[in-house]
Nanobody, 126 residues
């Protein structure tokens, strides 16, 4: 059973930075896509960024040029570096994974993913 564990959430002031990490256990697929999603209270889940096993990345317009997704295959870990945080970035952030490559235009859609972590809270104060 694949397990995803997020870490790195916390509370920061507007303009601050955080780095989230998602470590996958027993996830040994050579072809995969991993994504970060977020859900604010009262809102739907939103795709933030995704990275495929070939290194191709995709970002939501709302975070492009502020957030960077990366991976360390030796650690089975995907990171989300978040800079220039804004109060509207406040949400529970979830990591997700799927053992194939969803069509590029669907990599920020939650239904494209099979495995999910429990989430880590990010709170940005003004």
């Amino acid at each position: 059973q694949v397990q995803l564990a997020e870490s790195g959430g916390g509370s920061v002031q507007s303009g601050g930075s955080l780095r989230l990490a998602c470590t996958a256990s027993t996830f040994t697929y050579r072809t995969y896509c991993m994504g970060w999603f977020r859900q604010a209270p009262g809102k739907g889940r939103e795709g933030v960024a995704a990275i495929a096993s070939d290194g191709v990345t995709t970002y939501a317009d709302s975070v492009r040029n502020r957030f960077t997704i990366s991976q360390d295959n030796s650690k089975n870990t995907v990171y989300l570096q978040m800079n220039g945080l804004k109060p509207e970035d406040t949400a529970m952030y979830y990591c997700a994974a799927v053992p194939w490559w969803p069509q590029y235009n669907f990599r920020l859609r939650d239904y494209a993913y099979k495995y999910w972590g429990q989430g880590t809270q990010v709170t940005v104060s003004s």
